[in-house]
């Protein structure tokens, strides 16, 4: 089996305690270390008060950190093989794990971008000399110094939001997901390669006990996790917390039909239905019945693949998992309610491993709390959509709309838990100059008033 380390300051750690980690099939497939808390909380102290390079040196280091991660061999993989590689641990497709190395590698050469774009127009950047900046005004600084981000396992492509913390001098330590230390692995051995010292960015696997070690002794935390996690942290002020998305699609009386069923689709099937932006819900303002039967013809005949099949659009895992996956889906809904019902079809020419195929449940309120229930596979509930209950689209990461209606999409961007509109767009939709739940500089920046005396 791959043996994974865990990345102190001074480098590769090697602990006793050992995390054993199973493939999609449910095969061991790799061992990872397991820092007790005690190192851990040493190592986040030693990390805070060293030197570090200037904003000009770390944004250099880390393009060449890209480049060193397509073209070179890290933790023994090739980008190729790392690829497939993560692809088979955790059974999801190909596809959606190189589209998360190209948005690292993106990140990485243009770190600076998310910090630009959440400064406020008022205040100077953190990298201009103190003899530069306004005689009055204002000075964007951190807020703290160590960054501690306890990772998710379901995408890669939460280890891209990261990287900005490094360019203003933000020493990170990450505390990956059980399932997913390959990617923090070879993102910080890339870094290191390229230069940078082993103290701006660590790597602290551990167990669920240690985390609280992690969390505790950070100055500042990103924490990704469930409703249970999220809800214990959610009143403090020094935890940034990323939980599921809830992402909803709202299709007005006379939108589209055609374009609104197109827009479901490829937000439902969006990183094989694991991502927070992928649509759980689509709520219907004209007939959710007609527009939940056409759903669920659109999506009958996607057939499962191997992940590591670029054909491959489903989520794959051990089939006792799927199984309960489906079964937890089927007995929380009357069974006339199912459109298009979830099954557990076995892929590959051996072993247990399997995928989930979609599934469509109509609801008859928009009050009906499985109208927030996310799971990680295609899974969508199709709900009637009231005007005059805009409150119902509360507690998304993303509201997609296909409406003409100004008022109606002012009204859900004033609803304070919603964190994106998207007018005409999928819930998957991105781009790097729009923020995906607030920009991260708001919660890692500040500005500091600043004057000089002109004599």
């Known amino acids: ?13 090697r602990t006793r305690a050992r995390g054993a980690v199973a493939d999609a099939a449910g095969d061991p497939a790799l061992e990872i270390s397991l820092v007790p808390g005690l190192v851990a909380s040493h190592w986040i102290d030693s990390i805070r008060d ?52 190209e948005l690292i590698a993106g990140k990485l050469r243009d770190a600076a971008r998310g910090a630009r774009l959440a400064r406020p127009a008022g205040s100077q950047a953190p990298d201009l000399p103190r003899h530069e900046q306004q005689r009055e005004g204002a000075a964007w600084c951190r807020v703290s110094d160590v960054f501690a981000v306890n990772a998710a396992g379901n995408s890669p492509g939460v280890h891209s939001m990261w990287i900005e913390a490094l360019a203003p001098g933000y020493r990170v330590a990450v505390r990956p997901s059980t399932r997913g230390p390959l990617t923090p692995g070879r993102l910080i051995s890339a870094l290191r390669r390229a230069g940078m010292p082993g103290h701006q960015a660590i790597m602290v696997p551990t167990d669920h006990a240690a985390a609280d070690a992690v969390i505790g002794r950070a100055d500042v935390t990103l924490l990704y996790g469930g409703q249970d996690v999220v809800d214990r942290y959610r009143n403090r002020s020094d ?53 939940a039967n056409a759903l669920a013809r659109g999506m009958q005949d996607i057939e499962p693949a191997c992940p590591w099949d670029d054909r491959a659009r489903l989520p794959c895992m051990p089939e006792q998992d799927a199984q309960t996956l489906v079964d937890g889906v089927l007995t929380s809904v ?55 209950a805009i409150e119902s689209l509360s507690d998304s990461l993303v509201v997609a709309m296909l409406t003409d209606a100004d008022e109606l999409v002012s009204r859900a961007l004033e609803l304070p838990a919603v964190a994106n509109v998207y007018v005409g767009r999928p819930t998957s939709w991105l781009h790097p100059d729009v923020p995906h739940d607030g920009f991260l500089g708001e919660f890692l920046m500040r500005s500091k008033g600043f004057a000089r005396d002109p004599a």
């Open 50 to 101: 060293v030197d570090i390079p200037s904003i000009a040196e770390t944004l250099e280091l880390l393009r060449t950190a890209a480049d060193i991660i397509e073209r070179e061999e890290l933790l023994g993989d090739t980008l190729h093989a790392y690829e497939h590689r993560v692809s088979a641990l955790t059974g999801t497709p190909i596809a959606v794990i190189r589209q998360c190395t």
């Open 239 to 291: 935890v940034l917390t990323q939980g599921s998305g809830r992402s909803k699609l709202v299709v007005a009386a006379g939108a589209d039909r055609e374009a609104a069923l197109d827009l479901a689709t490829e937000g439902v099937l969006y990183h094989a239905g694991t991502a927070c932006t992928s649509t759980t819900a689509v709520c219907v303002e004209d007939d959710p019945s007609a527009f």
């Open 1 to 13: 089996m791959l043996q994974i380390e865990a990345l102190g300051p001074d480098g590769e750690y």
């Open 334 to 388: 009357d069974p006339g309610a199912v459109r298009l019902a979830p099954t557990v079809r076995r892929v590959g020419s051996a072993g247990s491993m399997s995928a989930v195929t979609p599934a469509v449940i109509e609801l008859r309120s928009p009050s009906d709390p499985l109208l927030s229930r996310e799971l990680p596979f295609p899974c969508v509930w199709v709900a009637p959509f009231h005007r005059d």
